[in-house]
């Protein structure tokens, strides 16, 4: 009975565990989230774990967008839209970014 409770378990937390390992490139590279021109990304495939992931990355990218706009004088918004150019620029092949038309663009 227990060892049957602990193969079970194993088998759950072997099943769990790409959920936990999403990350940002991961993510790209597998099409779900891509970056969009104004500095943050968006879900491409909607789950709640890519749901989970965009919110965390954004929250973060707002803050540092927030502290480099009070360190240079310059709003947020441009913050975001120079880290977009650099970010997008950089992407790896077949990565996602949206362009100007709000159309999704493979790099």
């Known amino acids: 009975m227990q060892l ?6 194993a088998l759950l ?3 769990a565990l790409p959920a936990y390992a999403l990350d940002l490139h991961d ?4 099409g779900l989230i891509g970056e969009t021109p ?5 879900a491409i495939r909607k789950g709640e774990e890519v749901i989970a992931l ?9 803050q540092e967008y927030i502290r480099i706009s009070k360190e240079n004088g310059q709003p947020v918004a441009v913050v975001g839209k120079i880290a977009a150019e650099k970010i997008i620029n950089n992407l ?3 990565n996602y970014y949206q362009g100007p038309d709000g159309e999704w663009k493979k790099r």
Request: net charge negative; proline share 3%.
């Open 4 to 9: 049957r409770f602990l193969t079970i378990l």
């Open 92 to 94: 790896e092949p077949g």
């Open 13 to 15: 937390l072997m099943l």
């Open 27 to 30: 993510a790209r590279n597998a």
């Open 38 to 42: 104004e500095g943050y990304v968006e």
């Open 54 to 62: 965009v919110n965390e990355i954004n929250d973060k990218r707002e």
